[in-house]
Protein backbone atom coordinates (compact mmCIF):
# COMPACT_ATOMS: atom_id res chain seq x y z
CA UNK A 1 0.00 0.00 0.00
CA UNK A 2 1.25 3.47 -0.83
CA UNK A 3 -0.23 6.77 1.17
CA UNK A 4 -0.37 10.07 -0.52
CA UNK A 5 -1.21 13.86 1.34
CA UNK A 6 -1.07 16.76 -0.88
CA UNK A 7 -0.79 20.03 0.54
CA UNK A 8 0.10 23.71 -0.77
CA UNK A 9 -2.91 25.03 -2.62
CA UNK A 10 -5.02 27.83 -2.07
CA UNK A 11 -5.92 31.18 -3.95
CA UNK A 12 -3.98 32.87 -5.72
CA UNK A 13 -3.96 35.82 -8.48
CA UNK A 14 -3.64 35.41 -12.56
CA UNK A 15 -0.10 35.30 -13.05
CA UNK A 16 0.65 33.87 -9.70
CA UNK A 17 2.75 30.52 -8.11
CA UNK A 18 1.87 28.03 -5.87
CA UNK A 19 3.77 24.59 -4.97
CA UNK A 20 2.14 21.42 -4.40
CA UNK A 21 3.66 18.92 -2.16
CA UNK A 22 2.79 15.20 -2.37
CA UNK A 23 4.40 13.18 0.75
CA UNK A 24 4.24 10.06 -0.06
CA UNK A 25 4.44 6.75 2.81
CA UNK A 26 4.13 3.10 2.90
CA UNK A 27 5.69 0.89 -0.01
CA UNK A 28 7.72 3.10 -1.53
CA UNK A 29 10.06 1.02 -3.34
CA UNK A 30 7.16 -0.71 -5.57
CA UNK A 31 6.47 3.32 -7.25
CA UNK A 32 7.40 3.34 -10.47
CA UNK A 33 5.86 6.66 -11.90
CA UNK A 34 4.31 9.54 -9.62
CA UNK A 35 1.91 12.30 -11.35
CA UNK A 36 -0.35 14.91 -11.12
CA UNK A 37 -3.66 15.38 -11.83
CA UNK A 38 -6.33 17.65 -11.64
CA UNK A 39 -10.21 18.05 -12.21
CA UNK A 40 -12.17 21.11 -12.47
CA UNK A 41 -16.24 21.43 -11.86
CA UNK A 42 -17.87 19.73 -14.63
CA UNK A 43 -14.99 18.11 -16.08
CA UNK A 44 -12.94 14.73 -15.88
CA UNK A 45 -9.91 14.27 -14.32
CA UNK A 46 -6.88 15.03 -16.44
CA UNK A 47 -3.18 14.38 -16.15
CA UNK A 48 -0.93 16.93 -15.82
CA UNK A 49 2.69 16.43 -14.92
CA UNK A 50 4.50 13.02 -13.88
CA UNK A 51 7.80 11.79 -13.06
CA UNK A 52 9.45 8.22 -13.28
CA UNK A 53 11.62 6.70 -11.32
CA UNK A 54 14.94 7.48 -13.79
CA UNK A 55 13.74 11.07 -13.79
CA UNK A 56 11.64 11.09 -17.10
CA UNK A 57 8.95 13.97 -17.34
CA UNK A 58 5.87 14.86 -18.99
CA UNK A 59 3.41 17.30 -18.90
CA UNK A 60 0.17 18.77 -20.17
CA UNK A 61 0.21 20.46 -23.92
CA UNK A 62 -1.57 23.00 -21.15
CA UNK A 63 0.95 23.11 -18.56
CA UNK A 64 4.36 23.57 -20.43
CA UNK A 65 6.66 25.71 -19.52
CA UNK A 66 4.89 27.07 -16.83
CA UNK A 67 4.44 24.22 -14.68
CA UNK A 68 7.84 21.66 -12.99
CA UNK A 69 7.19 18.60 -11.49
CA UNK A 70 10.12 17.39 -9.32
CA UNK A 71 11.11 15.09 -6.75
CA UNK A 72 12.72 15.01 -3.33
CA UNK A 73 13.83 11.13 -2.52
CA UNK A 74 15.33 11.85 0.87
CA UNK A 75 12.11 13.60 1.83
CA UNK A 76 9.64 11.09 -0.22
CA UNK A 77 8.22 13.96 -1.38
CA UNK A 78 7.21 15.50 -4.78
CA UNK A 79 6.25 18.92 -6.04
CA UNK A 80 4.48 20.19 -8.42
CA UNK A 81 5.79 24.15 -8.90
CA UNK A 82 3.12 26.37 -11.19
CA UNK A 83 3.65 29.58 -12.44
CA UNK A 84 1.91 32.13 -14.54
CA UNK A 85 -0.81 30.60 -13.14
CA UNK A 86 -4.40 31.10 -15.50
CA UNK A 87 -8.06 30.67 -14.20
CA UNK A 88 -8.21 27.82 -16.40
CA UNK A 89 -5.88 25.97 -13.99
CA UNK A 90 -8.41 25.84 -11.21
CA UNK A 91 -9.03 22.55 -10.17
CA UNK A 92 -8.79 19.90 -7.22
CA UNK A 93 -5.07 18.78 -7.86
CA UNK A 94 -4.57 15.12 -6.97
CA UNK A 95 -0.96 13.20 -6.47
CA UNK A 96 -1.23 9.92 -7.65
CA UNK A 97 1.55 6.94 -7.28
CA UNK A 98 1.43 3.93 -10.13
CA UNK A 99 3.71 0.82 -9.03
CA UNK A 100 5.29 -1.63 -11.06
CA UNK A 101 2.65 -3.83 -10.76
CA UNK A 102 0.31 -1.51 -12.43
CA UNK A 103 -1.58 -0.56 -9.01
CA UNK A 104 -2.82 2.85 -8.63
CA UNK A 105 -3.25 4.99 -5.42
CA UNK A 106 -4.56 8.74 -5.06
CA UNK A 107 -4.25 11.61 -2.42
CA UNK A 108 -7.46 13.51 -0.72
CA UNK A 109 -6.55 16.47 -3.48
CA UNK A 110 -5.98 19.92 -2.86
CA UNK A 111 -7.65 23.05 -4.28
CA UNK A 112 -6.20 25.34 -6.36
CA UNK A 113 -8.22 28.42 -7.25
CA UNK A 114 -6.99 31.27 -9.73
CA UNK A 115 -9.02 34.16 -9.58
CA UNK A 116 -8.79 37.71 -8.67
Known amino acids: QVQLVESGGGLVQPGGSLRLSCVVS????????MGWYRQAPGKQRESVAS???????NYADSVKARFTISRDNAKNTVYLQMNSLKPEDTAVYYCNARTYYFNEFWGQGTQVTVSS
Open 26 to 33: GSTFSINR
Open 51 to 57: ITTSGST
